[in-house]
C-alpha cells in the first residue's frame, strides 16, 4: 500500500527542527548520511536553500491561497511561544506574522499541522510533552491582528492521540475527514476524525469521533494531502528526531488494510 514519493520538494523544505533562530530550508547535512548509519534510496535534485529567519525550531510548511505559510516554535524567545510567518510562492517575506499567543499569553508553543478546509475552516496542531491540543481558528482575525487574541474558535484535547497531533484536512469516499498521526514507533495511527463530532465533543477519544483509524509508519512529524491523487504522504524522521524520509500511501487502501 506504501509507495515512495519524491515529488514533494516544497514541502521537504519545512519539517526540519534546527536548534537556532534561524531555520536552513534543506534537510540533514551530508555528514548526517555518513554518522547514522541509515542510507538514502533517493536523490534530491536541483536542490535549492533558503535562510528563513524568526522561526525558532521550524516545524513545517502549508500552501493556502498563493500563499506560503511556515510556522514554528521560537524557544529563544520569552516567554516562548510559535509564529506562523508568511510568504508569497517564492518564499519571499511578506511581513504578515502570527504570534500565536493571547495577548502576551502564549497559546500555542510547538505548532505541528496548520490545515484549511471550505467549510470548518482552520484547524492547527499543538504538541507540547508529548500532548497534542487542536485549535480551530479563525483565519482572516488572525491575520488581521497578527496575533490569536480574538481568533480562537474551538479547542479539541487530542486526547486518543500518542506523543502529539498534527492534523491534515483529507477525503475518503465523498467525505471530508481531519487527519492526524502519532509520533512514535510503538503501533503509531493515523487516525482520520469526523470533523462535526470532533467539534461537538471537544476531545477526539469521544464515542464517534474517529471515523477511520490504521496503523502508520513510525515517527511521523507531519503529513500532506494530495486530494488529486487521494494520497497522503507521511514525513517521517528515519530514527526518532533524526533524518527525513516520506512515504506517500492509497489512503482508501490504507483504511481497508487497516495499516499503511
Not at 498563493?66 to 509564529?83: A, E
Not at 507531519?222 to 487521494?230: E, T, Y
Request: glycine fraction near 8%; proline fraction near 4%; hydrophobic fraction near 40%.
Amino acid at each position: 500500500m506504501v509507495s515512495k514519493s519524491f515529488g514533494f520538494l516544497s514541502l521537504f523544505l519545512a519539517i526540519l527542527v534546527t536548534q537556532t533562530s534561524v531555520t536552513n530550508t534543506l534537510a540533514d547535512p551530508p555528514r548526517e548520511s555518513v554518522t547514522t548509519g541509515w542510507s538514502a534510496d533517493s536523490v534530491l535534485e536541483d536542490v535549492k536553500m533558503r535562510t528563513m529567519e524568526g522561526l525558532g525550531a521550524m516545524q513545517g510548511v502549508s500552501f493556502h491561497e498563493g500563499k506560503v505559510y511556515l510556522y514554528g516554535d521560537c524557544y529563544d524567545v520569552k516567554p516562548r511561544v510559535g509564529v506562523i510567518r508568511e510568504y508569497s510562492s517564492d518564499f519571499q517575506a511578506t511581513g504578515r506574522v502570527i504570534w500565536l499567543r493571547n495577548k502576551d499569553k502564549p497559546l500555542l508553543r510547538h505548532p505541528t499541522g496548520l490545515t484549511w478546509h471550505p467549510h470548518w475552516g482552520t484547524f492547527l496542531g499543538d504538541t507540547v510533552n508529548r500532548k497534542g491540543i487542536i485549535y480551530r481558528l479563525d483565519w482572516q482575525r488572525a491575520l488581521e491582528d497578527g496575533d490569536l487574541s480574538r481568533a480562537v474558535l474551538a479547542v479539541v484535547e487530542d486526547d486518543a492521540a500518542v506523543n502529539g497531533c498534527r492534523p491534515e484536512f483529507v477525503s475518503l469516499d465523498g467525505k471530508d475527514f481531519l487527519a492526524s498521526a502519532d509520533y512514535g514507533n510503538v503501533r503509531p495511527e493515523v487516525r482520520l476524525y469526523d470533523p462535526e463530532k470532533l467539534l461537538a465533543a471537544r476531545r477526539t477519544s469521544a464515542p464517534g469521533v474517529i471515523a477511520h483509524r490504521f496503523l502508520a509508519p513510525s515517527f511521523s512529524q507531519n503529513l500532506h494531502w494530495d486530494k488529486d491523487a487521494k494520497q497522503l504522504t507521511c514525513v517521517m524522521n528515519v530514527i526518532e528526531g533524526r533524518g527525513w524520509r516520506l512515504e506517500t500511501l492509497d489512503l482508501k487502501g490504507a483504511v481497508a488494510d487497516g495499516r499503511a
